[in-house]
Nanobody, 126 residues
Framework: QVQLAESGGGLVQAGGSLRLSCAASSHTFSTYAMGWFRRAPGREREFVAATNWNGGSSGYADSVKGRFTISKDNAKNMVFLQMNSLKPEDTAVYYC???????????????????WGQGTQVTVSS
C-alpha cells in the first residue's frame, strides 16, 4: 500500500507556471506507475498525465500536451507535474494516483489506480 500527498498548488496568472509534487510513502515506490488527474468545478475527473514505473514512458491529455511534463524520481519517492503556459481552463483540483505496475506502458484510466492523494488546488486567473 502507498500513501500519497500532493503539494505545490496555488493561484497563478494565465501564462504562468506551477510545479506540483506528490510524495509517496512506500519502500517499493519504484514498482508503481503514477498518474495525475484533475477535477474542475462542475466537471468529472479527467486524465492529465501518467508515467510508467521507471519514468521512461509517459502520456498526456491532448489539452495539456506540450505544456505539462510529468516526471518520477524513484530515489526520492516523488512524482512531479511541471505546468507551463497555464490557462484559466486548467483551474481544478489536481490529484496524483498510483498503481503497482512494472509494465513498460502508462495508465490513462482512473479506474486503474487504487491509491489517491487528497488533491491540491490550482487556480489560474485570466
Amino acid at each position: 500500500q502507498v500513501q500519497l500527498a500532493e503539494s505545490g498548488g496555488g493561484l497563478v496568472q494565465a501564462g504562468g507556471s506551477l510545479r506540483l509534487s506528490c510524495a509517496a510513502s512506500s519502500h517499493t515506490f519504484s514498482t508503481y506507475a503514477m498518474g495525475w488527474f484533475r477535477r474542475a468545478p462542475g466537471r468529472e475527473r479527467e486524465f492529465v498525465a501518467a508515467t510508467n514505473w521507471n519514468g521512461g514512458s509517459s502520456g498526456y491529455a491532448d489539452s495539456v500536451k506540450g505544456r505539462f511534463t510529468i516526471s518520477k524520481d524513484n530515489a526520492k519517492n516523488m512524482v512531479f507535474l511541471q505546468m507551463n503556459s497555464l490557462k484559466p481552463e486548467d483551474t481544478a483540483v489536481y490529484y496524483c494516483a498510483a498503481r503497482r505496475s512494472t509494465i513498460s506502458g502508462w495508465h490513462q484510466n482512473s479506474d486503474d489506480y487504487p491509491y489517491w492523494g487528497q488533491g491540491t488546488q490550482v487556480t489560474v486567473s485570466s
